[in-house]
């Protein structure tokens, strides 16, 4: 049975993942980079570390890099912010799981500024026992770094640990990090792309829904 769980946020709790991606277009094609929306989606779950090389062959901590990852920020929060929400029964799904006990912790690529915000928006900050984020991590996802951190958090072995994501890259963390994975499809990627999960739900009200019947239950 596992005994704690590692949420994701961005996707998973939050509906944040369309928001990341037009703000980073916004940001580029304001430096005179032509690229869409549609073209940044798929590499969000990852971090900037990963994004900017995959999309214009730019390390983040250039001093281009860093120019580009802060005014991405400021923009996100700025414009984009104000509009997200949290997915519905995340709040609800939360409290089942500390209720049966289990340990919660947050493993994100978010940076902490914005993870603080992220968390604010998902309403759970009182029921964790840790959050990690990108400075936490020399690597984003798909690398484990992120997930190793929050297993260290937990204080708890990876066998005795699920985590929740959204992404390919979520799975591919958290199988690297030897942490058994469930998916749900809010992030916008479809069952195979999330294959190598344990279980996939269409939101995580949805698991709420079959608690019951999942890897979670104690019954």
Do not use: C
Not at 56 to 65: K, L, P, Q, Y
Not at 82 to 93: M, Y
Not at 182 to 197: F, H, S, Y
């Amino acid at each position: 049975m596992p005994r704690g769980v590692i949420f994701d946020i961005d996707g998973t709790l939050v509906d944040s993942n369309r928001a990341h991606a037009e703000s980073w277009a916004e940001t580029l094609r304001s430096f005179g980079y032509s690229v869409t929306a549609d073209e940044v989606q798929p590499l969000i779950g990852m971090g900037g570390d990963k994004l900017l090389p995959k999309l214009i062959g730019v390390d983040i901590e250039s001093d281009a890099g860093r120019k580009y990852s802060e005014h991405r920020t400021r923009l996100f929060f700025e414009k984009y912010f104000p509009s997200l929400r949290a997915f519905p029964g995340v709040r609800a799904l939360a409290e089942r799981l500390r209720d049966d006990g289990y340990v919660l912790v947050i493993a994100s690529s978010a940076s902490e500024e914005e993870l603080e915000k992220l968390l604010g928006l998902a309403g759970i900050e009182d029921l964790l026992t840790d959050a990690t984020s990108s400075d936490d991590a020399e690597r984003s996802k798909p690398d484990p770094d992120i997930v190793h951190a929050a297993i260290r958090q937990s204080g708890l072995p990876a066998r005795q640990l699920v985590m929740i994501g959204d992404t390919p890259y979520d799975v591919e963390a958290a199988r690297r990090a030897g942490v058994r994975i469930i998916a749900v499809r809010t992030g916008g990627w479809d069952d195979q792309a999330l294959a190598g999960a344990s279980a996939i739900y269409d939101d995580v009200a949805t698991l709420l829904a079959e608690y019951d019947n999942s890897i979670f239950s104690r019954g």
